[in-house]
C-alpha cells in the first residue's frame, strides 16, 4: 500500500453507527444543495448568480464528509462509495471555469 492509499483510508477513531447517520444525512443535504444551487446560478452554461458559488461550496463540504466516512461507506457498498466520490471529482473539475464566462 502507497502512502497516499494509506493516508486516504486514514480516520483517527472509528465513528458510531449514530454519526455515520448523522454524516449521511449530511451528505444527502450537500449533494442535493449543489443541484438546487447550480440550477439558479448558471443560465445557458453561463455563471450568473452567487448560488454557483454556493453550489461548489456544497460540493467541497460533501467531499470532505464523504472522505470522512469513506471507510463506512465503502464497508457497505464499495462501488456506490466509488462511484460517488468519482462525481465529486467531476463537479469540483468542472467547477474550475474559466473567469471570462462568469457574468456576475
Known amino acids: ?3 497516499a492509499a494509506a493516508l486516504s ?5 472509528e465513528l458510531t453507527p449514530a454519526e455515520i447517520a448523522k454524516r449521511g ?3 444527502y443535504l450537500f449533494t442535493d444543495l449543489i443541484y438546487v444551487e447550480y440550477k439558479d446560478g448558471v443560465r445557458d452554461g453561463q455563471i450568473t448568480a452567487i448560488e ?3 453550489a461548489v ?12 466516512c469513506v471507510r463506512s461507506s465503502s464497508a457497505a457498498d ?3 462509495a466509488a462511484r460517488l466520490e ?3 471529482g ?3 473539475t468542472a467547477s474550475r471555469l474559466p473567469s471570462a464566462t462568469r457574468k456576475m
Do not use: D
Open 1 to 3: 500500500m502507497t502512502s
Open 9 to 13: 483510508a486514514y480516520q483517527p477513531v
Open 25 to 27: 444525512s449530511l451528505l
Open 52 to 54: 454557483y458559488q454556493e
Open 57 to 68: 461550496t456544497s460540493g467541497g463540504q460533501a467531499e470532505v464528509i464523504l472522505k470522512n
Open 78 to 80: 464499495a462501488n456506490a
Open 86 to 88: 468519482a462525481i465529486l
Open 90 to 92: 467531476e463537479l469540483e
